[in-house]
């Protein structure tokens, strides 16, 4: 069972950057794709990016395109989010997770979840 564990979050004006990066344990990240998720209180967990394991392009939901950009360094166990352009609708948890083979939309699907880490996007 993989283990996850996100940092980077805090508070930045809009505008701004964050680079948000999970740190996978307990396992290789060879074989996972790897989702950042967001949840604002009262609402449902969604998916913003994922990356692939294998050749297939990665995900990006359609507020986070030409924004955000997903990485991953199987070597280092290392998936990271660089989030531009921050509006304050980015305001929210995120969390990264783990699902094998290839990313999903449905959040239920993936195994591994981290402890979930804030974003805050405010003048």
């Known amino acids: 069972q993989l283990t996850l564990l996100e940092s980077g979050g805090g508070m930045v004006q809009p505008g701004g950057s964050l680079r948000l990066s999970c740190t996978v344990s307990g396992g290789t990240l060879q074989n996972n794709a790897i989702g950042w998720f967001r949840q604002v209180p009262g609402k449902e967990r969604t998916l913003v990016s994922c990356?692939?394991?294998?050749?297939?392009?990665?995900y990006y939901e359609y507020s986070a395109k030409g924004r955000f950009t997903i990485s991953r360094d199987n070597a280092r166990n290392t998936v990271e989010l660089q989030m531009n352009s921050l509006k304050p609708d980015d305001t929210a948890v995120y969390y990264c997770?783990?699902?094998?083979?290839?990313?999903?939309?449905?959040?239920?699907?993936?195994?591994?979840w981290g402890q979930g880490t804030q974003v805050t996007v405010s003048a």
């Open positions: 990356t692939n394991p294998f050749a297939a392009p990665p």
């Open positions: 997770a783990s699902v094998p083979d290839q990313c999903e939309l449905i959040a239920l699907q993936y195994r591994a």
